[in-house]
């Protein structure tokens, strides 16, 4: 009476039985552990990422700073004073200032001679005002203040 086919008690799979059960716990376990890998590499390589970038970004700000002091050094010297005070429109007791224009094509009327350079009388000491228009607003300005 015995017979090659297992018996029906056997052929059944218990899902909860004590060595399944355990693999699934196993499984569970390495997964849980490759996710928990997986978060912190991406975590890391992340973090190195922007710590280059900071780095980088330092590294730009030490050459501007750089540049900046020595920007300062020579805007201290007497030459640098000098040349800030001419822009702003002052000039030395008895020295002639020429402003040297060059005139557009429409600013000339038909038969009329260009304006010739201007002299800055030595009486005028300070700075000039800047007008909207920059240099030949101001040249302007003082043509019409000669009439008026």
């Known amino acids: 009476m015995s017979t090659s086919e297992p018996k029906a008690s056997r052929a059944k799979v218990h899902i909860a039985a004590p060595d399944r059960l355990i693999w699934i716990v196993v499984a569970a376990i390495v997964l849980w552990g490759v996710w928990a890998f997986g ?23 030490a050459a501007s700073n750089e540049q900046t002091k020595t920007q300062l050094a020579a805007g201290g010297s007497p030459a640098a004073m000098e040349e800030a005070a001419r822009k702003a429109g ?25 304006v010739p350079a201007v002299a800055a009388s030595p009486a005028i000491r300070g700075p000039v005002v800047k007008h909207e228009g920059g240099v030949i607003g101001a040249i302007q300005e003082w043509w019409r203040g000669l009439w008026h």
Not at 39 to 61: D, K, T
Not at 92 to 106: A, L, M, N, T, W
């Open 39 to 61: 978060s912190e590499l991406m975590l890391n390589l992340r973090l190195n990422h922007e710590v280059q970038a900071l780095r980088n970004g330092n590294a730009q700000l």
């Open 90 to 114: 002052f000039s030395r007791p008895g020295e002639q200032v020429y402003v040297i224009v060059k005139p557009s094509d429409s600013a000339v009327p038909a038969g009329a001679s260009p």
